[in-house]
Antibody, heavy 119, light 113 residues
């Protein structure tokens, strides 16, 4: 069965960087894109961007341009999201999600990774 | 950018009654190439990731109970829970995946009255 398993929670100081991993299993990793979505405490869902595992094309939310990088490692079927220059308002649960190949939206989600930014 | 809005912010419905959530996009999400609306609905329960319920505005994802239905086209969409069950207490989000950024609506919280 399809699974996306994310890395554990992180506590970071303002200005630091964080790299969250998302290990996929149960499907052919290279044939789907991965999106990243975050959710601040008590708030809604914010789309951060996506990466095509097939051709490594990326598309990032404009507000995160320059601070976020999404990558993949096909040898381990793992996607990564790195966010730099962390601020307190980056505190959120970060989710990876598989982008359906048949244009059905995001059909599988990771369990989420809480990133806390605090001095 | 396409902006998504939802109404109401929250609603409380008696068990077995109908719940209706509205979603509006600032631009049409109807694709002229395949005549499909690139609009999805997700359910999120506390402490869990979102779950895909509906895609193409009205197609239920496999395994989703048939009390959930989606309708609408272009810019106006509706999610209906025909007979609310206790396990349906959650926040519901619409999302457009027609263009980037693939924005979500702000969410509608559904509770039991």
């Amino acid at each position: 069965q399809v699974q996306l398993v994310q890395s554990g929670g992180e506590v970071k100081k303002p200005g630091a960087s964080v790299k969250v991993s998302c290990k996929a299993s149960g499907y052919t990793f290279s044939t789907y894109s991965i999106s990243w979505v975050r959710q601040a405490p008590g708030q809604g869902l914010e789309w951060m961007g996506w990466i095509s595992v097939y051709n490594i094309n990326t598309n990032y939310a404009q507000k995160l341009q320059g601070r976020v990088t999404m990558t993949t490692d096909t040898s381990t079927s793992t996607a990564y999201m790195e966010l730099r220059s962390l601020r307190s308002d980056d505190t959120a649960v970060y989710y990876c999600a598989r982008v359906s190949s048949s244009e059905r939206g995001f059909d599988y989600w990771g369990q989420g990774t809480l990133v806390t930014v605090s001095a | 950018d396409i902006v998504m809005t939802q109404s109401p912010d929250s609603l409380a419905v008696s068990l077995g009654e109908r719940a209706t959530i509205n979603c509006k996009s600032s631009q049409s999400v109807l694709s002229s190439s395949n005549n499909k609306n690139f609009l999805a609905w997700y359910q999120q329960k506390p402490g869990q990731p979102p779950k895909l319920l509906i895609y193409w505005a009205s197609t239920r994802e496999s395994g989703v109970p048939d009390r959930f239905s989606g309708s609408g086209s272009g810019t106006d969409f509706t999610l209906t829970i025909s007979s609310l069950q206790a396990e349906d207490v959650a926040v519901y989000y619409c999302q457009q995946y027609y263009g980037t950024p693939q924005a979500f609506g702000p969410g509608t919280k559904v509770d039991i009255k």
